[in-house]
């Protein structure tokens, strides 16, 4: 373990001490890859060193999952209990909360599960103060709640970034626009199909070789960045990384003027709140909800007003991922997948009310939708197939509808 946080401090140093040119890029590459693999090694040590670290049991409910990360003494635990109601420790010393305290949201019916995780100190990434649990078990969660304290400095912001950074969660991002195929033969084949900037052929024919990846394929269809690269190629490792929506809730506004927190509320995906006075609790919620971008379909069946009361809700997380037909008639149950002829449809994602679609038809929020059953007529011709005349009635005998096979050749003429 020692030798490991050496190695990694030996990198970062490294790293940091070689500029960024053209010139140095094929070897802040080689560097880059080697310090990847050692924070792989260190946060998945082999089963003779004791095994990967496990998060904090903590059953998976609900229709999303926010964790709140934080310094100790921020207001996590405050902020959950003014959320969900459920009472969570909470004193003027540091660490008060001391293991995963969950909690439900109930807002626009639906079930957010709130997790309220110990506070991290720096080298949590390390393992330094059980960060490596909460880290594990915030990989787990749809969203990031980031709790800062608005009477400090952006220090404290810069620092819990770079420790979740480390562990391969990747705030306000999305996948690279990187494909990476092996193949069995043929080499190194690079193509892009935009400008680079940053990446080039040599540079990643560089970081490659250090993944031992000879015969491959990449296509770059964006202007991506070296650690960009690398986390494409990380995709298939032991800790593959993790793309996650994340919030920065200021706290402990009712401490500032009204200039510094029109300042605060300003920047990208900040919200300041006043969990003593209960300031801007409501507004918390409502950005909530539209980062989370949760879609509520309600049922309807056959000659009944919809049901209103507990909807199919469909996230960006869960399921196939998608926000079509087929994900909602799955969340239902798959069974219904081999007996579904179509849908109708009510609401905004339709021209008309109501609409026939299909499985790959798009849903919006507050959509209901009625799902249409095959007869058994219609299923049995699924079952075997459309009848062309291609086969004799009662059978699967092959049969020609023209009735050529029958004619004898005539013989040819001398």
Same mark, same amino acid.
């Given at each position: 373990?020692?030798?490991?946080?050496?190695?990694?401090?030996?990198?970062?140093?490294?790293?940091?001490?070689? %500029?960024?040119?053209?010139?140095?890029?094929?070897?802040?590459?080689?560097?880059?890859? =080697?310090?990847?693999?050692?924070?792989?090694?260190?946060?998945?040590?082999?089963?003779?060193?004791?095994?990967?670290?496990?998060?904090?049991?903590?059953?998976?409910?609900?229709?999303?999952?926010?964790?709140?990360?934080?310094?100790?003494?921020?207001?996590?635990?405050?902020?959950?209990?003014?959320?969900?109601?459920?009472?969570?420790?909470?004193?003027?010393?540091?660490?008060?909360?001391?293991?995963?305290?969950?909690?439900?949201?109930?807002?626009?019916?639906?079930?957010?599960?709130?997790?309220?995780?110990?506070?991290?100190?720096?080298?949590?990434?390390?393992?330094?103060?059980?960060?490596?649990?909460?880290?594990?078990?915030?990989?787990?969660?749809?969203?990031?709640?980031?709790?800062?304290?608005?009477? =400090?400095?952006?220090?404290?912001?810069?620092?819990?970034?770079?420790?979740?950074?480390?562990?391969?969660?990747?705030?306000?991002?999305?996948?690279?626009?990187?494909?990476?195929?092996?193949?069995?033969?043929?080499?190194?084949?690079? /193509?892009?199909?935009?400008?680079?900037?940053?990446?080039?052929?040599?540079?990643?024919?560089?970081?490659?070789? %250090?993944?031992?990846?000879?015969?491959?394929?990449?296509?770059?269809?964006?202007?991506?960045?070296?650690?960009?690269?690398?986390?494409?190629?990380?995709?298939?490792?032991?800790?593959?990384?993790?793309?996650?929506?994340?919030?920065?809730?200021?706290?402990?506004?009712?401490?500032?003027?009204?200039?510094?927190?029109?300042?605060?509320?300003?920047?990208?995906?900040?919200?300041?709140?006043?969990?003593?006075?209960?300031?801007?609790?409501?507004?918390?919620?409502?950005?909530?909800?539209?980062?989370?971008?949760? !879609? !509520?379909?309600?049922?309807?069946?056959?000659?009944?007003?919809?049901?209103?009361?507990?909807?199919?809700?469909?996230?960006?997380?869960?399921?196939?991922?998608?926000?079509?037909?087929? /994900?909602?008639?799955?969340?239902?149950?798959?069974?219904?997948?081999?007996?579904?002829?179509?849908?109708?449809?009510?609401?905004?994602?339709?021209?008309?009310?109501?609409?026939?679609?299909?499985?790959?038809?798009?849903?919006?929020?507050?959509?209901?939708?009625?799902?249409?059953?095959?007869?058994?007529?219609? =299923?049995?011709?699924?079952?075997?197939? =459309?009848?062309?005349?291609?086969?004799?009635?009662?059978?699967?005998?092959?049969?020609?509808?023209?009735?050529?096979?029958?004619?004898?050749?005539?013989?040819?003429?001398?």
């Amino acid at each position: 373990m020692v030798a490991i946080l050496e190695k990694i401090a030996t990198l970062e140093l490294e790293i940091s001490r070689t %500029q960024k040119n053209k010139a140095t890029a094929k070897h802040l590459g080689e560097l880059k890859a =080697k310090l990847c693999a050692a924070r792989r090694e260190l946060i998945s040590p082999d089963k003779a060193g004791g095994g990967k670290q496990q998060g904090f049991e903590v059953q998976k409910m609900g229709d999303s999952r926010i964790a709140l990360i934080g310094f100790p003494s921020v207001g996590k635990s405050s902020l959950l209990t003014a959320l969900t109601g459920v009472q969570s420790e909470a004193a003027a010393y540091e660490f008060t909360t001391l293991t995963c305290i969950p909690g439900v949201i109930h807002y626009n019916d639906c079930k957010i599960q709130l997790l309220d995780l110990p506070g991290i100190i720096t080298g949590a990434a390390q393992g330094k103060g059980r960060g490596r649990q909460v880290i594990s078990t915030a990989r787990s969660a749809d969203m990031i709640i980031m709790v800062l304290d608005a009477t =400090k400095d952006d220090a404290q912001r810069l620092l819990l970034t770079k420790e979740l950074n480390d562990v391969g969660i990747r705030l306000n991002k999305h996948r690279p626009k990187i494909t990476i195929t092996k193949t069995k033969a043929g080499g190194y084949k690079f /193509n892009s199909t935009v400008p680079l900037t940053e990446l080039s052929s040599e540079v990643c024919y560089t970081i490659l070789h %250090q993944y031992k990846m000879f015969n491959v394929d990449v296509l770059v269809s964006e202007d991506a960045t070296l650690d960009d690269f690398i986390d494409v190629l990380e995709e298939t490792g032991t800790a593959p990384r993790v793309y996650c929506r994340c919030l920065y809730v200021y706290n402990k506004i009712d401490m500032l003027s009204i200039s510094q927190v029109d300042e605060l509320a300003r920047r990208d995906y900040s919200v300041p709140i006043s969990v003593n006075k209960k300031l801007n609790l409501d507004g918390l919620l409502a950005r909530v909800w539209q980062e989370l971008d949760l !879609r !509520r379909i309600y049922t309807k069946k056959k000659g009944l007003f919809p049901d209103f009361e507990e909807p199919i809700v469909l996230t960006a997380q869960r399921g196939d991922k998608t926000m079509t037909v087929q /994900n909602a008639v799955c969340l239902l149950h798959k069974s219904l997948l081999d007996e579904f002829k179509s849908a109708l449809v009510w609401g905004g994602s339709v021209r008309a009310s109501p609409q026939v679609c299909g499985l790959k038809h798009e849903l919006q929020d507050e959509d209901v939708m009625q799902i249409q059953k095959l007869t058994q007529a219609e =299923k049995a011709k699924k079952m075997h197939g =459309k009848k062309t005349g291609t086969t004799l009635a009662g059978g699967n005998t092959v049969a020609d509808p023209t009735g050529k096979k029958d004619e004898k050749k005539k013989p040819l003429k001398s």
